[in-house]
C-alpha cells in the first residue's frame, strides 16, 4: 500500500489522477485516452491518507428500502429541457426510491444545482452525480454547497469519462479533482455520499481495495457498473468486504429493450453486459417484453447477494425516446415493488 499527498498526481494520468486507476483502464492495459498502459498498473494501491472521514448519517430512504431493497432509476433526459426532466420524474418517482442524474463528456446540460431544483419541485428524490472532468475545485465546491442546502437525497462522486478525440474540440477537460477527493468534499459538505467502481476493469484485483479506501474518503455507498454475472458481483461485494469495505452496495442492472438501447451500454468504458443474454432479448419475438424481463431477473438475483442494498436501473431503457425509456424503467420498478 501506497500513502500519498492529497496532491500527488500520478504522472502521465491525463485525468490527473491520485486515487487512481479510473474505471474506464481497457482490457488491455492501456488508458481509457491514451495508447500507453495505465500508469496505475502494476503500483500498489494509493490509500486514503488521514483519518477517515465521516460520512453523513442519514439512511437510505424510499418506498423500497422498507422492505430492505433500494431502488435507484436513472434520470434520462435530453438536455436544456425541464418539461422533459418534470414528465419522467413523473414516471419514475411513484415506483422508485431514488433517481439518479448522471454526467455526459459530450453533452452539457443545466447546472447540477438547477437540476436538482427543477427534480425536487416535481417531487422526486434525487441523487446527482457530479463529475470532475467540467469544473475545477471551486465550481464543484460551489455545487456541493448548493445541492446541500437544496437538501438532494445524495451524490454520486465521479472521476468522470474522459472526452475522446474529436468531441467537443476545443473544450478542455479540468481534473482539478478524483472521484475519491470530490467524495471526501462531499461528505464534509454533509452530503450523503456514492461513488462508483466498475469490478471487471483492471487492475481487477485491486478494485475491492479501492472501495475501502473510498470508503475511508467518506463513501457510504457504492454504485458498481454493469457486471457481466450476478456471481461477479457477489465475488466483487465479498472481496470487498475482506479488504475492510463495510459500505452498502447498489449494483447496475442493465435496462435495454432494442438494439441501440443494448448497444450504447456496450460502448461504455469500464461496463460489461451478459452478451448472452444482450442476443437472447434482441431475438425474442417481443424483444420489449423480453428486455423488462431481463432487468427483472438480473436485479432480484443482484439483490439476493449480502450487502447488495439496492439496484440501479440505468441505461436508455429504449431506442423510441427519453419517455419510453422511463417506462421501461418503471415498468421493471413495478415488478420489483410487487416482491415487497
Ligand atoms: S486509464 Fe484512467 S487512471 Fe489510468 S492513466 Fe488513463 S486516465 Fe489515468
Not at 49 to 62: I, R
Not at 231 to 256: I, S
Request: aromatic share 4%; charged share 20%.
Amino acid at each position: 500500500m501506497e500513502r500519498a499527498s492529497a496532491t500527488a498526481e500520478r504522472l502521465g494520468c491525463p485525468k490527473r489522477m491520485v486515487f487512481g486507476p479510473c474505471g474506464g483502464v481497457r482490457d488491455d492495459e492501456r488508458c481509457e485516452l491514451a495508447q500507453h498502459r495505465c500508469v496505475f498498473l502494476g503500483r500498489p494501491l494509493v490509500r486514503w491518507p488521514g483519518p477517515p472521514v465521516a460520512p453523513a448519517p442519514a439512511p437510505l430512504g424510499g418506498p423500497h428500502s422498507a422492505a430492505g431493497r433500494f431502488v435507484l432509476a436513472d434520470l434520462s433526459v435530453p438536455p436544456f429541457d425541464p418539461a422533459s426532466l418534470r414528465r419522467v420524474v413523473g414516471v419514475l418517482e411513484p415506483v422508485s426510491d431514488g433517481l439518479l442524474v448522471g454526467e455526459h463528456a459530450n453533452r452539457p446540460d443545466l447546472p447540477p444545482t438547477m437540476v436538482a431544483a427543477e427534480v425536487l419541485d416535481a417531487g422526486g428524490r434525487l441523487w446527482t452525480t457530479l463529475a470532475c472532468r467540467d469544473r475545477n475545485r471551486v465550481v464543484l465546491e460551489q455545487e456541493l454547497a448548493g445541492l446541500a442546502a437544496l437538501g438532494i437525497e445524495g451524490v454520486l462522486c465521479v472521476t468522470g469519462d474522459g472526452r475522446g478525440p474529436g468531441v467537443r474540440p476545443g473544450a478542455t477537460q479540468v481534473f482539478d479533482l478524483d472521484g475519491t477527493r470530490l467524495a471526501a468534499l462531499a461528505a464534509q459538505a454533509g452530503l450523503r455520499v456514492a461513488v462508483p467502481e466498475s469490478p471487471e476493469a483492471p487492475p481487477v484485483g485491486l478494485r475491492p481495495a479501492r472501495v475501502a479506501e473510498k470508503q475511508r474518503a467518506g463513501a457510504q455507498l457504492c454504485v458498481l457498473n454493469h457486471v457481466s454475472t450476478p456471481a461477479r458481483v457477489a465475488e466483487f461485494v465479498a472481496a470487498a468486504r475482506t479488504a475492510g469495505a463495510t459500505l452498502a452496495f447498489v449494483a447496475g442492472v442493465a435496462v435495454y429493450t432494442d438494439e441501440p438501447s443494448a448497444r450504447v451500454l456496450q460502448r461504455f468504458p469500464g461496463l460489461r453486459l451478459d452478451g448472452a443474454v444482450v442476443e437472447r432479448v434482441l431475438a425474442a419475438p417481443d424483444p420489449r417484453a423480453a428486455g423488462i424481463a431481463a432487468a427483472v431477473t438480473e436485479a432480484r438475483e443482484l439483490l439476493a447477494i449480502p450487502g447488495v442494498v439496492g439496484v440501479n436501473l440505468s441505461g436508455m431503457g429504449s431506442a423510441r425516446g427519453e419517455d419510453d425509456g422511463a417506462r421501461i424503467k418503471a415498468a421493471v420498478a413495478e415488478q420489483l415493488r410487487e416482491d415487497g
